[in-house]
């Protein structure tokens, strides 16, 4: 009970501090923000984020599919069990890590893009 009377309170809070600004300054906000976002800085950035995206999201999923293919030559290799197991393990976390090295490098390149878009959009703020 007491959990919902305090969400109660926080939304009855939320709305009256909300509602003292008013649909003008949520309008000005609104303008404001649709001004800088469609200017070409930002754009070309954007572009560059979802062409990144579209290349990491293509990237992924083959190494993951290399990495099932090395595993399952690995088990399927001559020896005995013990054997075709450790193999089979060395071989899928010899992938796991390329799987992670890969996303590790989609993030740094994601994080370099998002930089240089917020430095291009300061830049034509100061304009």
Same mark, same amino acid.
């Given at each position: 009970?007491?959990?919902?009377?305090?969400?109660?309170?926080?939304?009855?809070?939320?709305?009256?501090?909300g509602?003292?600004?008013?649909?003008?300054?949520?309008?000005?906000?609104?303008?404001?923000?649709?001004?800088?976002w469609?200017?070409?800085?930002?754009?070309?950035?954007?572009?560059?984020?979802?062409?990144? +995206? %579209?290349?990491? &999201?293509?990237?992924?999923?083959?190494?993951?599919?290399?990495? #099932?293919v090395? !595993?399952? @030559? *690995? =088990?399927?290799?001559?020896?005995?069990?013990?054997?075709?197991?450790?193999?089979a393990?060395?071989? +899928? %976390?010899?992938? &796991?890590?390329?799987?992670?090295?890969?996303?590790?490098v989609? #993030?740094?390149? !994601?994080? @370099? *893009? =998002?930089?240089?878009?917020?430095?291009?959009?300061?830049k034509?703020?100061?304009?």
């Amino acid at each position: 009970m007491r959990g919902k009377i305090g969400i109660v309170v926080g939304l009855a809070a939320g709305y009256v501090l909300g509602s003292r600004a008013g649909r003008e300054r949520y309008d000005q906000i609104k303008a404001e923000f649709l001004k800088v976002w469609n200017t070409d800085p930002v754009q070309k950035q954007v572009s560059k984020a979802k062409d990144l +995206g %579209k290349t990491a &999201a293509l990237a992924l999923p083959s190494a993951v599919w290399d990495g #099932a293919v090395k !595993v399952t @030559k *690995a =088990a399927t290799r001559s020896g005995t069990p013990g054997q075709k197991l450790d193999s089979a393990l060395k071989a +899928g %976390k010899a992938s &796991a890590d390329d799987v992670a090295r890969g996303a590790e490098v989609t #993030a740094d390149e !994601v994080k @370099k *893009a =998002a930089d240089k878009a917020v430095s291009d959009l300061k830049k034509s703020a100061d304009r």
